[in-house]
T-cell receptor, first 113, second 116 residues
Framework: AQSVTQPDIHITVSEGASLELRCNYSYGATPYLFWYVQSPGQGLQLLLKYFSGDTLVQGIKGFEAEFKRSQSSFNLRKPSVHWSDAAEYFCAVGAGGANNLFFGTGTRLTVIP | SAVISQKPSRDICQRGTSLTIQCQVDSQVTMMFWYRQQPGQSLTLIATANQGSEATYESGFVIDKFPISRPNLTFSTLTVSNMSPEDSSIYLC?????????????FGPGTRLTVL
């Protein structure tokens, strides 16, 4: 069965600092991987996705993620965090034909001035 | 990407009552999904709604508690029946991407439900 682990419940970074949010997945085949962001009181917005090909994917708002099959990871990165990046971040894995997404428990990002 | 709206955006309800949440999409989509996000938790899929057929419910969710309608390719409703405080959650509607077959989904803004 598919599963997603986000080991960090809460991360605090200073504005301008770099950011890495961790995501590990469990799935027998090549996964479809996603990062979503949820700002307070909002729905989920898709940041980026990986289906195949280049393992480093670029997303919106300056985010990128790298798929590492050997580590079953899909970590999200940003070189310089802005105060507006404060939000909840969810990693999700798709199981192909099941048309379902499995979500991690989320990482809450706090940005301090 | 699809533009999705939900009504109501939030509501406060009394125990024992029911609330129907609407989800409207600006384009025709094959599959619509309903998720629950309990306070401080991640998203849990309630059911998948296909037009013209019964919704498919995930383990732990039943039709009597969460009846779903899908009358056409742009609209769906989720009813939370006989509510209790444990039903206080954010309920999110999502749709599959017409351009992708890789489980890509777009989400509505959610309905924040508080049950007293």
């Amino acid at each position: 069965a598919q599963s997603v682990t986000q080991p960090d419940i809460h991360i605090t970074v200073s504005e301008g600092a770099s950011l890495e949010l961790r995501c590990n997945y469990s799935y027998g085949a090549t996964p479809y991987l996603f990062w979503y962001v949820q700002s307070p009181g909002q729905g989920l917005q898709l940041l980026l996705k990986y289906f195949s090909g280049d393992t480093l994917v670029q997303g919106i708002k300056g985010f990128e993620a790298e798929f590492k099959r050997s580590q079953s990871s899909f970590n999200l990165r940003k070189p310089s965090v802005h105060w507006s990046d404060a939000a909840e971040y969810f990693c999700a894995v798709g199981a192909g034909g099941a048309n379902n997404l499995f979500f991690g428990t989320g990482t809450r990002l706090t940005v301090i001035p | 990407s699809a533009v999705i709206s939900q009504k109501p955006s939030r509501d406060i309800c009394q125990r024992g009552t029911s609330l129907t949440i609407q989800c409207q999409v600006d384009s025709q989509v094959t599959m619509m999904f309903w998720y629950r996000q309990q306070p401080g938790q991640s998203l849990t899929l309630i059911a998948t709604a296909n037009q013209g057929s019964e919704a498919t419910y995930e383990s732990g969710f039943v039709i009597d508690k969460f009846p779903i309608s899908r009358p056409n390719l742009t609209f769906s409703t989720l009813t939370v029946s006989n509510m209790s405080p444990e039903d206080s959650s954010i309920y999110l509607c999502s749709v599959d991407s017409a351009e992708s077959s890789y489980n890509e989904q777009f989400f509505g803004p959610g309905t924040r439900l508080t049950v007293l």
